[in-house]
Every structure is written in structure tokens, then in C-alpha cells.
């Protein structure tokens, strides 16, 4: 529900930020909105205040009363005169974060990375070569992937939230995002080991205290008046951690005990040695790799009878990459990419959602992305059955997929299994609306248009519509893109029009 409110927003401030620029009478509306809006919070200010005054009793009658004590003790009677308590000011308790939050705090500050240096591209870069129609496409797909991480608002791209700082100070809080994924990532390889390991476990801690601070300070530093959510997310995981590891922490831990962001390069240094030794230690390599171990023979049963149901291996094969992913290895591994591989275009759908898998999951599709040739043994698998059905009724057909990244092996899979005459895939990253896809289903020869639905955004659900309009069939692809498995699900969903086509024929 929070993300949904959130996305909800976005698309407020977006509409109101691109209404603003055209419209010099609704700017000043703004304006005096805002400054109704400090006005209305200085008077609700001064009503706590005052409201604190009048609890707090008579300093007159508190040194009457501290009197009356003194000459009733002088005279040897036992009466106890309270002293005046100011209740302190209440702070909402929030729930602790536990450590399946750490991998998608490194997914969230690498993807901010990306929205600083394209911020910092159009605050101090901005003379001859910028091109606000391609900074404009470049800031839509970033919150499109924004979407698809939980809780990830992208505040550094709205341009009232950050009003202040010098390129260098720009700088610096891209390095403390820097530092507070790769801290995110350390955390992850070191805590399975922190009972065998508790002091690299408190050396750990004790540097993300200082990581989360630097990056607390660098985020006012350029005007954010909002803690950013994920350096908040750290410092209510040391908050529970410390806690239930009984570490102590005597630094950066308070809100006016500062770590310097300028200081990055020295903490970012500390930081590596720290996962050298520990990998050096304990070998995480070897530790990945075995865990890895287990899921090879589900792979090679998953190879062996595609067609058949394997929801016990694919829960194994998901339980042994999570576990390496907890001792460290990087999703972007290639001893994970050659495992998976194989078995890539066969992925099923998941009732639910695994986050380290997926991150794997998404690192392979951008290596598949770049390369021309394949190792995906399903792409060149016996043409099943289903197959050979739907071959046979788009035989010479064009077809639209929409959703991810175009992969030149799979699409020339799909192309030669079906036997196509086009397949036209388009990026779902690169629109922030659905119109640009309507030419290409609108086209005569189109007979079908699937959509990829584990990469698209949601948005991009409503080309639905555009299928009615133009009487094409429309099929969800939710998992791999294994010819079989694309067969499979046209006949599952295109019923209709499968009979529409037998009765051509």
C-alpha cells in the first residue's frame, strides 16, 4: 500500500512540476501556498510551546514548596515534596528493519547513484551537448525502475528538494551511496558468520554507524530537508542489531555526532579491508560455491524434462543462490550466471516473491542482452507438442513483444520456432507512456502481441486495450522465454482466437 501511495505522489509532483514551468500564474500560487503552509506550522509551533509553558508549575511556588520542605525536614518531620517533571517530548516508535532489508538497500542506493549523476548532469553540465527531451526519457526510466524496488522514492530528482551544494558536494553524497551498497553488501557475506566470526561482526557495525551518518550529513548538505529513507533504514537495523548482538557503538549513532562525507575515500578503504580479511578468513568463495553445489542436480533435472513440473527444484535451486547471495557472492557473479543459464528461459511464475533471485534473475537478462549468442539450452529445445500447434497458425506471421530488454539469441529463437516473418521487440524502459506502442499493434500484419509481464511496468498492462480496439490477441508471458513455454501460454490464453483460426483453415 505505501508504494502505491508513493507511486500515487510521484505522478502528482511530476504533473504539478510540468505545469509549473509552463504556467507563470500557477508558480505563484505555489508560492503562496508554501508560504501559507510555513505560517500555518510557526502558529501550531508557538501552540506547543505554549502549551508546554502552561503545564510547567510556578517557578514562584516551586521554591515555596523547595522551602516549606527544607524547614519541615530541619524540624525532623519525614514529609517527601515531588519535584516538578516535565514530561519529555514523545517520538513515534518505528518498527525495527531486519536483514532482509540490507539487499534491497543496496539495490535502492545503486539506483540512486544513477539519479545523482543524472541530477548532477543537469545542474552543472548543462551547456552545449544537453538535451532535455533525453534527460527527460533518462529521468522517466529511472523511476520506472524505481517502481519496481519496494519503498524506493528517487527524491534527488525533484528539483525543490535539493536547492543547495557545489558540485563537490554532489560528489560526495554519490561516494556515501556508494559506500552504504557496498556496506549493505559486506553486511550480507558477514552475518551468516557472526557467531563463529562476533568481531568482525562488531567491526562491521561499528564502520555502517559511521557509513549511514556520513551519508546522513551529505543529504543536508545539499538541501534535503527529509532523512533519506534508506540511510534511515540502516540506522533502525544497527538500532536492533546493536541491541540483540549486544555491540557497543560509541559513535555516529547520535543525531549531533557527525561523521565528515568529505572522508568517504578513507571509510570506503576501511571498509574493503575489512571484506578482504573477513573473505580471506573464511574463504566466502568457498562457502558460495558449495552452497551452489546443491542445486546443480536440480538444474540438470530441470534440462532433462522442461515440460514437466519442477516446483520442488526451482525452490532448492532459489534456497541455494539466496544462500550464496548471503555469503557474499555478487548477483552479477559468473559462476551464478553459468548455473542459471540453462535453465534462464524455463523460469515459472512464483506465488512469492523471492528479491535475491530476482536480482540475479535481472542481472542475467542484462548480460543476455549484450550478447549475440546464447548458452540457454531452451531456446534449442525439441519442439513440444504446443509448439508445433501454434507454428502452425503463425507461420509466416509478424508478431510485437513487448516487455525488457531486446535479447538478439532468444528473439531469433522465437522468430525460427514460430517461424515468423518479424518479431518486433519493443524496450518497456524506454516510455514512460503506453501511446508508442499503439502504431506497432495497429499494424495489418500483426497477428499477435504477447507481453513480458516480469520486466514491464505495470503501466504497460492497459496495451490490453489497444488489443480489443484492433481485435489482436493479447498473451501474458509471466515467466522465461522458451519457445515451449511461449506456445504454452498462447494456448492458454488465446483460446478464442486459436478457434477463430481453425475455422480459416
Known amino acids: 500500500m505505501r508504494a502505491e501511495i508513493l507511486a500515487h505522489l510521484e505522478a502528482v509532483i511530476d504533473r504539478i512540476s510540468t505545469l509549473a514551468r ?6 505563484q500560487h505555489l508560492r503562496a501556498l508554501g508560504r501559507a503552509a510555513t505560517a500555518l506550522a510557526e502558529e501550531c509551533d508557538k501552540e506547543d510551546r505554549a502549551q508546554q509553558t502552561a503545564a510547567l508549575p510556578d517557578p514562584k511556588l516551586v521554591e515555596a514548596v523547595a522551602a516549606l520542605g527544607d524547614r519541615l525536614r530541619d524540624n525532623a518531620i519525614a514529609v517527601s515534596v515531588p519535584s516538578p517533571v516535565v514530561q519529555p517530548e514523545r517520538t513515534e516508535e518505528r518498527p525495527p528493519v ?5 539487499r534491497l538497500i543496496q539495490e535502492r542506493c545503486k539506483l540512486k547513484i544513477e539519479a545523482l549523476k543524472w541530477c548532477m548532469l543537469g545542474r552543472f553540465s548543462a551547456g552545449e551537448g544537453f538535451d532535455p527531451d533525453d534527460m527527460e526519457t533518462r529521468k522517466r526510466g529511472l523511476i520506472e525502475r524505481a517502481k519496481a524496488l519496494p519503498d524506493c522514492y528517487l527524491w534527488m530528482l525533484y528539483p525543490w528538494t535539493t536547492g543547495k551544494g557545489l558540485q563537490e558536494d554532489w560528489e560526495n553524497l ?10 549493505a553488501e559486506v553486511l550480507q557475506a558477514v552475518l551468516p558468520r557472526r557467531d563463529d566470526q562476533p568481531d568482525f561482526l562488531e567491526r562491521a557495525v561499528r564502520i555502517t554507524a559511521e557509513v549511514q551518518s556520513a551519508l546522513r550529513v551529505a543529504v543536508e548538505t545539499v538541501g534535503n530537508r527529509m532523512p533519506d529513507p534508506d540511510q534511515e533504514k540502516c540506522f533502525l537495523w544497527l538500532r536492533r542489531t546493536t541491541t540483540e548482538q549486544r555491540v557497543f557503538v560509541d559513535r555516529f549513532m547520535r543525531w549531533n555526532d557527525r561523521a565528515e562525507p568529505g572522508a568517504w575515500s578513507d571509510l570506503r578503504d576501511r571498509l574493503e579491508l ?6 580471506d578468513l573464511v574463504d566466502v568463495d568457498k562457502e558460495a560455491t558449495k552452497a551452489l553445489n546443491r542445486a546443480r542436480y536440480h538444474v540438470k533435472m ?3 524434462s522442461p515440460g514437466a513440473a519442477h516446483g520442488h527444484d526451482w525452490q532448492v535451486i532459489i534456497d541455494s543462490t539466496e544462500a550464496a547471495l548471503r555469503l557474499g557472492m555478487a548477483p552479477s557473479s559468473v559462476e551464478l550466471r553459468e548455473l542459471l543459464l540453462p535453465v534462464m ?4 511464475v512464483f506465488e512469492v516473491e523471492h528479491p535475491g533471485f530476482d536480482l540475479v534473475v535481472r542481472e542475467i537478462d542484462r548480460f543476455l542482452t549484450s550478447t549475440p549468442v546464447s548458452s540457454t539450452a531452451s531456446l534449442t529445445q525439441e519442439p513440444s507438442p504446443e509448439l508445433l500447434r ?12 513487448i516487455g525488457g530488454d531486446p535479447r538478439p539469441a532468444a528473439q531469433a529463437a522465437l522468430r525460427q520456432a514460430f517461424e515468423l516473418a518479424e518479431l518486433v521487440w519493443l524496450s518497456s524502459e524506454e516510455h514512460q507512456s503506453i501511446e508508442p506502442f499503439r502504431p506497432h499493434v495497429a499494424r495489418a500484419e500483426v497477428s499477435l502481441v504477447l507481453l513480458a509481464i516480469r520486466w514491464a511496468s505495470h503501466s504497460f498492462g492497459d496495451v490490453k486495450d489497444f488489443c480489443d480496439a484492433y481485435n489482436k490477441p493479447f498473451v501474458r508471458l509471466p515467466g522465461g522465454y522458451s519457445p515451449n513455454q511461449v506456445a504454452r501460454q498462447i494456448l492458454e490464453q488465446a483460446s478464442e482466437w486459436i478457434q477463430q483460426q481453425q475455422a480459416e483453415r
Request: one cysteine or more; charged letters at 35%.
Open 22 to 27: 509552463k504556467d507563470a500564474e500557477f508558480r
Open 98 to 102: 531486519g536483514d532482509g532489508e540490507l
Open 174 to 183: 554519490c561516494e556515501c551511496f556508494a559506500n552504504m551498497a557496498r556496506m
Open 274 to 279: 575489512l571484506y578482504e580479511e573477513f573473505h
Open 302 to 304: 530441470i534440462e532433462r
Open 345 to 348: 528461459d524455463d523460469l515459472p
Open 390 to 401: 501454434v507454428r502452425e497458425m503463425l507461420h509466416g506471421a509478424t508478431v510485437v513483444l
